[in-house]
């Protein structure tokens, strides 16, 4: 249990760091607790928003992209105006939500996108935020690995590249050749997106191959990890449960 | 083929056991029924509000419980309003609906509980249930089966502790000695809402240990069946499909 | 990259297909991810719409029956609109879609039936199609085989019978006994219907006896592969990625 003096120095504290618009939504959600479930208030203040995002093993920016990601993936509009805030206060750049939301059109499905879009542009108008710090639509591509990318398209090709050849050719040429590459996002924060996605959606098939192009790209182990306890929260005991053996199983594969 | 009469017959007895709003709530969808899909509405008066929740081996209690946990973890908000009016008429406490909110806010994300928030915090207000009939937030807890615990968290904390020590210590210290002890929702119940999340969003992986869990907290063989032929109407077929083979086997491998 | 000359004919192309109803939420849709993501944009226009909708594999009224399936099994109605108004510009009838939405309360959930029938209330009032444009709650259905039937009703009931009487009973009087004979949506679209339904929600357990019924329903193989291209789009690459295999084994293994 955690006493009262503690539970409001975790709301102050939180709120720090929130814009007015991240807090006038806090405040509301709040009020909506106190109607229905009291308990729920106390864990979101106290555990979620208190120690949670607090945890040193992931930066407040990180876990605003893990948790946007997770949204966005599972399509719930409801809390997203208060995390895209959170985000922007964060230090998530416009044009990375951006290009976050573009990336799960493809990871997560065109109509979570969508939903996001409609979201995102009533914060971003808020926010004065137009289109000069929006990334161009073709912009010039970062340089491409050219053995690594070859090398799974050469393993994807000979496993479906007969029965679907379309969905082979479009993750060819409209992910790894494209999206992948485009610059407002850094490799490493599109793995993030990536991963959480698929673990905020219990795809834990796609797991693997995900999460070591995420720790090629930077994410260390401990942050990998942390990102499943941050997630537990966003997405559920059960979805964070069922990544666990997958990422372990990742963990202990990897070169030491 | 139902008959008009055992059609019409099947829409008054259910409507015997509604309040007003949800009977407000589903005259409304029928009404939109009949413009789009007359036959969903045959379907739904004859066979699953006249038929289904009639059904012997669960009570209407429980299957009000189980049809709220499978739309929190769905996070569908739209049948929402008639369900936790038809919950209340069927003897779901405010503070059970309250717990039920809470407890999905760990098992199936915490956004999915703060929509279930926005709908419920309405129906609570236009039925005049206050403050007074909601749980605290940090009551006396349940006593704790600190043997079962122990052998639960060695488990857990063997496999995981290492790799990701932060979700092992939360599922601990929030779920496990917190969460589940807290007294306005019985162990049964609580059981009974996790297991029907994890059916609903086919989160097969984590079946076994709920549903021994369940049982263990006194749910019977035949009403965790029942538990899932309900669901197949709420989650849809293949949901269910999947859970029977997850289901049989743990039927069969505990001690008779 | 797209140029813009050849951005612009794709819109054109588009367009020419579709309503005035269609056109007026893409105006809006294009206008809001100018607003957030103009790649997004880019990329709806010009690979989405101006070109995966017109590979040769598979009819724009097929791509509208398996995107709508899509959509219902997610639950995503911010697209429903476009999308409904879309599948009718291609030929798909009133009584198909009343028939999918129907059929897919089954598949996908009641509650996603629900939502749907709420947004297909407005389209089909906007459009003029009324009662008389609907399937009869109760028709007469179409011939079964029995054999096939008494084959599928004995495997499972072998299998499930026993501990879940209930599911066992409703698959057969409900589902194949009634609702894959009614006659306003053909055998191999509801087929396609279901499919599209289990890969878009990550079921893929169910996938082998559905890939293998659509097929028997008359579903080629090139077709069933250009719906997984088609639904990498509109349900993510990773749901793609996870039915590929599941298909391919479905398709080596049929007699040839």
Known sequence: MMGTRCFAAAIVTFSLMASAAAQAEDTKMQTDMQMVAPALEKYTQGRLLGEVWKRPGLSARDRSIVTLAALI????????????????????????ISEIITHLAFYSGWANAMSAVAVAKDVFAARGIGADQLPAASPTLLPLNEAAEADRAARVGQQFGEIAPGVVQYTTDILFRDLWLRPALAPRDRSLVTVSALIASGQ?????????????????????????????????????????????????????
Chains 1, 2, 3 share one sequence.
């Open 73 to 96: 993936a599972r399509n719930q509009t409801i809390e997203m105006v208060f995390y895209l805030n959170l985000a922007l206060d964060n230090g998530v750049k416009p044009r990375e």
């Open 204 to 256: 834990v098939a796609q797991i693997p191959y995900h999460l070591n192009r995420a720790m090629d790209n930077g994410l260390t182990q401990p942050q990998a990890a942390e990102v499943i306890t941050h997630l537990a929260f966003y997405v559920g005991w059960p979805n964070a449960m069922s990544a666990l053996p997958v990422a372990k199983d990742v963990f202990e594969k990897r070169p030491h």
